[in-house]
């Protein structure tokens, strides 16, 4: 190109859309010297650029993006040069044709507008809604695309001449910021923050309205109202979230490295599980009983910041954020008897008036409800446990483009997925399909994403099992369906999202999932090619007496494992407290309602119950959290496992669990012998098969020793093991390993 | 028994069997059929097959069951039940005595229905080709001018009634076959509901559902009917009667009883102003001494059946395709 005058037609693809992309071209623009004009249409970002700095153009172009944009594809094409042009401008939006842009998610405040909030000669001093194009709300606000203000939550709050200024002006931050606002035309909170640090001061549970719903908050250091809002919230032992100020507030309760402090800080603003200091200050006994890890968030709302710079004692500037604060909340969904978020404020008044002593909320609407996103370090990085705010829409991309698909997910933790050319679509987190709300909440969301999307599916994938709601659902589509087996589409799931396009080996390490003839599996190693799923092994089947009632009573799954031992006579004396232990010999002995199942979830109950360990779970998943929280370093029983032919037997581990010195040694044992005990099992099958590479999948790779453990036995054998890190390890990623599994059955 | 050359000695003396413990003026007249007068009006038909295993269980057999599960189908057309035939495939070795006691227990439980069983039929089969004995009975009844419930009437604001509590065949049958153990015995509730159907319609012609929820249960039922009518329901779990000692047999199965089969048991649906009426000539009746309003039905383009539950949340009570699969993953 030289020094030439040349003119550029550039596609931009990606989320170039309301993240102050525009704004970013057009300073660049006129600091090259460049003619031409921007433009956002339904594929992103259409530019135009004349000059002779054309080259620099196009570097400083991605170089210098702005904070919140994701470039995906920029496409430049020399077209006809405009000798009469003159000046650089933004072009209105076209509105027309077939939607391929994203709506971002949505972001914390920016550190620009953190410095307008705490500075007492702003116009938006301790302002509960102002943002920028580089932070605020996006996804949880909009209606429709393409994203312009009529189209969300903001449309019923016209701009102020002030803000319209800020809006219209290319060089300001907030130039088509959409949900810029100010105190004189934007939305308005119901109480100031004083009222609200007070009554959470008092004790009291407030429900806070935030981005995607909202929170139920209480001061954690107040054991009495932490123990009102489990009592309230029917919220068996489940661990509750906190909030604190910044990364040196949390430092005081837990432990946080380079790549924990990155998550915490993230624009994102998930709950990062992180390890608890046994030396913190003292908190409510109830928020994580009996765990090692505590969930903590930092504030992401200028509401949250308020609430911590009022506790601070109002000072001015942003100082005060570099420093610890004593301020500690929990933050818990306000989703009472695990129906979906409330979003409205007459259905919070309605819904939330028997749990909280005080609405906080607002007039500006939540359109689309979204869960905190949840995450952890596993293995070195990060994986998300519970996907949902600030991370939906985010696409995750395949190995190659696919056709549309609708994928309906699981029963427990569901999400959806839909694709759209080489992107998969993971909704968040909708919660249980075991009440209409959440089933008419998926509706919703099958019917919003479409939308966002423009995708018109050409087939439905959905679960094998036949009484899960989201098989009915897909079934009242009318779409071509496509069962996928459970373990099949968690092994899919990871394969997915590495972009893993030939066969892989995968071990699926799961609760349950019905399998190619009607059986209970759960602890799978599958052979995945495409369409296909071959089951080469499994763990060896116990007993499941009473069906789902096991998951929730881990003795039962011990008294399973003591019958496989030949001990069955120690039931009695050793579950005869717990319940029916008599019965539930003879229904494991006699086969009735007792299925058996392979699922390695619960051989980790039967652990679980031997060593005693919540042998009466509040909710699923209790138990085995708290057998990993006694873990230290994990230890092999050597040769406490049997291969008999395809299958991987723990009973020997089981029994020498018996005469572990403790439970924390027997957590020990357990963890690192399944460990080894898998390796054994899947390390021949994959030298066998000349394969390099190994997926781990299913609901147990959330425990972190048992992932970590393994991934490193396998590495160490020159095997490279692939872990679920953009889609939760458990049922919340089972859609998008749908959505790529029936993907070549099209 | 035996089954062959010496069949036709054997199957004079199961005839004789029948007759005596059937004996009815039509059942004597030893035809192949059985004629009679009918009152005009409509007339219900039904049939059925009976295959229980065990087939004695605490509270009733396979011949009490032949009989109360057909008049109970009759009645809850809102019917007076006339007649049944009886149609028997016994298995060659099927101890005579058993036997003996089966037509016993079917004979009575006619008698005190007050339904004869006017025509029936036997056959013997080779040993391993049937489960001891099976048992199809075929029923007539009349119903009374202006009743008509029916599977398809239960409209938005009616109110959803059950006889009493649930759970109690279905678990009795399990814990008796598998011998579980229980301290304290669950009976069957099996019995034939034409005197309180009758009752019922007496007091409420207007009745809009009827139907007893055997195979399934309430929740299989009330799904039926939920679609059968395109409406959805709301139930109270806490209203809902379940004894105790099913609720402990269910909470050991892991089953829910809401799913576990009735024989003596029916669902009501009516309008909302008939409830009392109706709530009140079932507790005045025996076998609905311990009848309860459960729950309303309401608008739903879904027809789902939701339940409050005891927690205070809300769950959906589906059909299920087969037995209770798990579902925690
Ligand atoms: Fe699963
Ligand atoms: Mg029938
Ligand atoms: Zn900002
Ligand atoms: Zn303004």
């Not at chain 2, 099913?246 to 089953?255: D, H, R, Y």
């Amino acid at each position: 190109m030289g020094d030439d005058m040349v003119r550029l037609r550039i596609r931009v693809r990606g989320r170039v859309q309301g993240v102050g992309f525009r704004p970013h071209v057009h300073g660049l623009a006129r600091r090259l010297g460049l003619t031409g004009w921007v433009l956002n249409d339904p594929q992103g970002v259409l530019i135009e650029v004349q000059g002779i700095a054309t080259t620099a153009f196009l570097a400083a172009l991605t170089g210098e993006a702005p904070p919140l944009a994701r470039i995906d594809a920029v496409e430049p094409e020399a077209v006809d040069a405009d000798p009469a042009e003159v000046g650089f401008a933004i072009r209105h939006s076209e509105a027309t044709g077939a939607v391929a842009t994203g709506i971002g998610p949505d972001a914390t405040v920016c550190p620009a507008c953190l410095a307008e909030l705490f500075d007492p000669a702003d116009r938006r001093y301790r302002y509960a809604f102002l943002n920028c194009t580089h932070c605020g709300p996006r996804y949880t606000i909009t209606r429709r695309l393409p994203y312009d203000r009529p189209q969300t939550a903001m449309a019923g709050f016209p701009l102020c001449p002030d803000c319209r200024a800020e809006y219209e002006d290319p060089a300001d931050r907030r130039f088509h910021a959409q949900p810029v606002a100010c105190p004189a035309c934007g939305p308005r909170l119901s109480h100031p923050p004083e009222i609200i640090l007070a009554a959470l001061r008092g004790g009291l549970i407030v429900a806070i309205k935030g981005l995607g719903g909202f929170h139920l908050a209480c001061d954690a250091t107040r054991a009495d109202a932490v123990e009102r809002l489990r009592r309230v919230k029917q919220r068996n032992g489940k661990p509750f979230a906190l909030m604190v100020a910044n990364t040196p507030s949390a430092e005081r309760h837990v432990r946080i490295d380079e790549d924990e402090r990155a998550l915490l800080e993230g624009v994102a603003r998930p709950i990062v599980l992180l390890r608890r200091r046994p030396d913190g200050p003292a908190l409510a006994p109830d928020i994580a009983p009996g765990l090692a890890w505590l969930g903590v968030m930092l504030p992401y709302t200028p509401l949250h910041y308020l609430l911590f710079h009022e506790a601070a004692g109002r000072p001015d500037a942003t100082g005060w954020l570099g420093v610890p604060q004593e301020l500690t909340l929990v933050m818990t969904s306000a989703n009472p008897g695990g129906e979906p978020l409330a979003i409205g404020n007459a259905e919070a008044r309605q819904r939330l008036a028997g749990i909280a002593d005080l609405i906080v909320d607002h007039d500006r609407d939540i359109v689309v409800r979204a869960d905190d996103s949840v995450v952890r370090k596993l293995g070195g990085a990060p994986a998300f446990l519970r996907r949902g705010r600030g991370h939906v829409p985010e696409p995750i991309r395949l190995a190659r483009p696919v056709p549309p698909i609708l994928a309906v997910g699981g029963h427990l933790k569901a999400t959806i997925c839909v694709t759209r050319g080489d992107e998969a679509f993971l909704s968040q987190h909708l919660g249980d399909l075991d009440n209409a709300s959440t089933l008419g909440f998926l509706e919703e969301t099958v019917e919003h994403l479409l939308h966002v999307l423009g995708v018109a599916p050409a087939a439905v994938a959905h679960d094998l099992h036949p009484d899960f709601h989201s098989t009915r659902f897909a079934e009242r589509t009318g779409l071509p369906a496509v069962p996928v087996q459970h373990h099949h589409a968690h092994v899919a799931a990871v394969m997915a999202e590495h972009r893993v396009d030939g066969p892989a080996l995968g071990l699926a390490l799961d609760g349950f999932g019905l399998g190619e003839g009607g059986g209970s599996w759960g602890g799978e190693m599958l052979l995945v090619e495409g369409a296909l799923a071959e089951r080469l092994g499994h763990l060896a089947p116990l007993a499941q007496p009473g069906g789902d009632v096991a998951a929730r009573q881990p003795w039962r799954m011990a008294a399973a494992a003591l019958v496989r031992m030949g001990r069955a006579e120690e039931i009695v004396p050793r579950f005869g407290g717990h319940g029916p232990a008599e019965g539930v010999r003879r229904m494991i002995e006699r086969g009735i309602n007792a299925p058996l199942t392979s699922s390695c979830g619960r051989w980790f109950d039967a652990a679980c119950g031997l060593l005693g360990i919540r042998s009466l779970a509040g909710f699923e998943g209790e138990a085995p959290m708290a057998l990993e929280s006694l873990v230290r370093r994990p230890q092999v029983a050597a040769g406490a496992w049997r291969i008999d032919g395809t299958q991987l037997d723990l009973t020997p581990l089981l029994e020498r669990l018996l005469s572990a010195r403790d439970a924390s040694e027997g957590a020990e044992l357990f963890h690192g012998t399944l460990a080894a005990a898998l390796l054994d099992w899947t390390l021949p099958q994959l030298r066998a098969r000349g394969l390099r590479r190994v997926v781990l999948s299913g609901g147990c790779m959330m425990n972190a020793v048992l992932a970590e453990t393994l991934a490193a036995g396998f590495q160490d054998a020159g095997i490279d093991a692939l872990l679920p890190r953009l889609a939760p390890a458990n049922d919340g990623g089972l859609s998008l390993g749908q959505a790529w599994a029936a993907s070549f059955a099209l | 028994m035996t089954h062959g050359s010496g069949g036709k000695a054997m199957a004079q003396l199961v005839r004789e069997l029948f007759a005596a413990a059937f004996a009815n003026p039509w059942l004597d007249q030893g035809n192949d059929q059985a004629a009679f007068d009918v009152p005009g009006g409509r007339m219900v038909m039904t049939t059925d097959g009976f295959v229980v295993s065990p087939l004695f269980f605490p509270g009733g057999d396979i011949g009490s069951l032949a009989v109360h599960g057909t008049v109970n189908d009759v009645a809850m057309a809102g019917a007076v039940p006339l007649h049944l035939t009886a149609g028997f495939i016994i298995e060659e070795g099927f101890p005579l005595a058993d036997l003996k006691r089966v037509v016993d227990s079917m004979a009575a439980a006619a008698r005190e229905a007050g339904v004869a069983i006017v025509s029936g039929d036997t056959k013997v089969v080779e040993r391993g080709k049937g489960d001891g004995i099976f048992i199809t009975t075929t029923g007539i009844g009349m119903v009374p001018p202006g009743v008509a419930p029916s599977g398809d009437r239960a409209r938005p604001g009616d109110a959803i009634l059950v006889s009493g509590s649930m759970g109690d065949h279905g678990v009795a049958i399990m814990s008796t076959r598998d011998n579980l153990g229980f301290e304290t015995a669950i009976l069957s509730d099996s019995a034939a509901l034409n005197g309180l159907v009758a009752a019922m319609v007496a007091a409420v012609p207007g009745v809009h559902v009827l139907r007893d929820p055997t195979r399934g249960g309430l929740a299989t039922t009330l799904n039926e009917i939920a679609h059968q009518s395109g409406v959805g329901m709301r139930l109270a779990e806490a209203d809902i009667p379940v004894r105790a000692e099913v609720a402990a047999a269910c909470e050991l199965l892991g089953l829910d009883p809401l799913y576990a089969a009735n024989e003596g048991k029916l669902i009501a649906i009516c309008a909302e102003e008939e409830c009392d009426r109706l709530l009140a000539a079932m507790r005045a009746h025996p076998l609905g001494r311990d009848a309860a309003r459960i729950g309303r039905v309401v608008e739903d383009a879904h027809c789902f059946v939701q339940m409050e539950t005891r927690f205070g949340g809300r769950r959906i009570v589906d059909w299920l395709t087969g037995e209770q699969l798990p579902r925690i993953c």
